[in-house]
């Protein structure tokens, strides 16, 4: 194959990136560092192939001013900063990284439930600070876990990933998704839900829906009325499907008791409300973050795009 101009805007972990350098021509080298729009709006004339990261908006501007572009891989299952309608009216394939972070991204929406339902990181900052003075019977007292009801919002790959490890807790699981599934009903013991008989029969509430237009903000003041004050949520969907005006609002009045959070609103900024709660654990948006698990997701953008570059259609092209 001729070779062909890749754009790759922030260097990824492992070795994907030098196997692509086999075939293809790098327009920069990849970098530590965040891409300026401006940079990206420089360079993307000459690419053949993206490989972009999901805090970037690669809309009609972007792909307007590529004509050469057969690709754009995005180095993330969920492709919400994508204008895929206008990618896929230019002749570009779309892709994403389905199924190698499922099972990292579950751990981590686990990781948050069990560190807010058990208060870990409040524990955890006590110990620092030298006020740990000994046992006590009413330390930093938590919620049962065991035997209570998840409730997931999302019956997709991550959905199912996170029902599935609480069977080990005994839990019921009850969910709700834009389709019902009855196979997996049966197969993994969940129960169908509305979202609205979900919210109020849920002990934890775990976000996985895709963002889209019609989840967007889909969990604000009026689902928060009806969780219960014991209910804990966990998002480590996208930031947006929560309004996050009416989390603050929500934990600060005790309508619901906690949150454990991998994503916000307005990423990289955290609602400012959120910041001084001791009833919310923040996590990075580092769900997909383990060391295999991000050499994997770039060796899956690397295949894709040398696949489009032969003519051929990306395993996992999305349009
Ligand atoms: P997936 O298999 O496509 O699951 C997405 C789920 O969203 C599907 O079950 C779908 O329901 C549901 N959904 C979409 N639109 C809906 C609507 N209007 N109403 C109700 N449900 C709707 O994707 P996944 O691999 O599980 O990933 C889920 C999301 O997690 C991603 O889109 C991404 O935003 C996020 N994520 C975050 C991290 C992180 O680092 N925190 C890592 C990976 C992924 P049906 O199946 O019923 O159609």
């Known amino acids: 194959m001729d070779r062909k101009k890749v754009l790759i805007t922030r260097d990824l972990p492992g070795d994907a990136i030098k196997f692509l350098e086999a075939d293809c021509d790098l327009l920069c080298a990849p970098s530590k560092d965040e891409m300026p729009r401006a940079r990206l709006l420089e360079l993307i004339p000459e690419a053949d192939a993206l490989i972009c990261l999901l805090s970037e908006k690669i809309d009609k501007e972007v792909i307007s001013k590529a004509p050469k572009l057969k690709v754009i891989s995005n180095y993330a299952v969920g492709y919400n900063n994508i204008d895929v309608e206008f990618a896929t009216k230019s002749g570009i394939y779309v892709t994403n990284t389905p199924d190698v972070l499922t099972e990292a991204t579950a751990d981590l929406a686990w990781a948050l439930l069990l560190c807010t339902a058990r208060r870990i990181v409040e524990g955890d900052s006590l110990v620092r600070q030298n006020q740990f003075t000994g046992w006590a019977p009413d330390l930093l007292l938590g919620l049962d876990v065991s035997c209570k009801t998840l409730g997931i919002v999302g019956l997709g790959r991550i959905g199912l990933a996170v029902a599935r490890r609480a069977s080990g807790f005994g839990m019921k699981v009850v969910y709700w998704s834009k389709k019902r599934k009855e196979d997996l009903e049966e197969k993994y013991n969940l129960e169908y839900e509305t979202l609205d008989d979900l919210l109020e029969l849920a002990d934890f509430v ?24 014991s209910a804990i949520l966990i998002n480590t969907a996208r930031g947006q499907v929560v309004d996050e005006a009416a989390l603050v609002e929500a934990l600060k009045s005790g309508q619901i008791r906690a949150a454990g959070l991998d994503v916000y609103e307005n990423e990289p900024q955290v609602h400012p409300g959120l910041l001084g709660l ?15 698990t991000r050499a994997k997701m770039a060796e899956m953008v690397v295949l894709d795009v040398l696949t489009a570059l032969k003519g051929h259609k990306p395993i996992n092209a999305i349009n």
């Open 206 to 229: 775990s976000l996985n829906v895709a963002l889209t237009e019609e989840t967007h903000h889909l969990i604000g003041q009026r689902e928060f009325s009806l969780m219960k004050k």
């Open 278 to 292: 001791e009833n919310v654990v923040l996590a990075p948006h580092v769900g997909s973050g383990t060391i295999d």
